[in-house]
């Protein structure tokens, strides 16, 4: 069965700095790789997503993640950190690309902004 | 173009009652999904509705029942609340055989068991 780790549950970082999720996946087949932001009593909002096509994807809002197989990696990133950046992100996984797989989310990470 | 819509956006309820919580996909998707979301956690899977029927479910007891309309919309059931079952409850649409693959989730219904 196919999981998701994100190490890390609470990030801070500085106004301006490099924003660095972690996040680990197992799957027994190749995944479909996905990262969501929710802002407070909001919703999930997809960031980006991996299906198989480029290994470093682009998202919205100037984030980005690159696809790792040989580290079973998705790791989000973003060079400057923007305060309307905080809020929880989740790393998710589906074995399909079809929307309709279910999809397996990570604990969640809090990112936390300081000015 | 309306997004995913659900109600009520909150609800208080007390132990051992049922709830009902409903689900508008967005336009031009055929498939719900429905998600529990426990304080401090990653969402959870409870099931999946296509063409009427539960397609795929996740590991929550048969308190947690669901129905899809023919226009697409859903309900999700629960019944004899408990504590535990406090949660966000989200819904998800998608389009099961389009080429898109993410799903898109509405603001949630947020349930408080008492």
């Known amino acids: 069965a196919q999981s998701v780790t994100q190490l890390g549950s609470h990030v801070s970082v500085s106004e301006g700095a490099l924003v660095l999720l972690r996040c680990n996946y197992s799957s027994s087949v190749p995944p479909y790789l996905f990262w969501y932001v929710q802002y407070p009593n909001q919703g999930l909002q997809l960031l980006l997503k991996?299906?198989?096509?480029?290994?470093l994807v682009k998202g919205i809002n100037g984030f980005e993640a690159e696809f790792k197989k040989s580290e079973t990696s998705f790791h989000l990133t973003k060079p400057s950190a923007h305060m309307s950046d905080a809020a929880e992100y989740f790393c998710a996984v589906s074995l399909l690309p079809q929307g309709a797989q279910k999809l397996v989310f990570g604990q969640g990470t809090r990112l936390t902004i300081n000015p | 173009d309306a997004g995913v819509t659900q109600s009520p956006t909150h609800l208080i309820k007390t132990r051992g009652q049922q709830v009902t919580l409903r689900c508008s996909p967005k336009?031009?998707?055929?498939?719900v999904s429905w998600y529990q979301q426990a304080l401090g956690q990653g969402p959870q899977f409870i099931f999946q509705y296509y063409e009427e029927e539960e397609r795929q479910r996740g590991n929550f007891p048969d308190r947690f029942s669901g129905h899809q309309f023919p226009n697409y919309s859903s309900e999700l059931n629960v019944n004899a609340l408990l504590l535990g079952d406090s949660a966000l409850y989200l819904c998800a649409s998608s389009l099961r055989d389009g080429p898109h693959y993410e799903q898109y989730f509405g603001p949630g219904t947020r349930l408080t068991v008492t």
């Open positions: 336009s031009g998707h055929d498939t």
């Open positions: 991996y299906t198989s096509a480029a290994t």
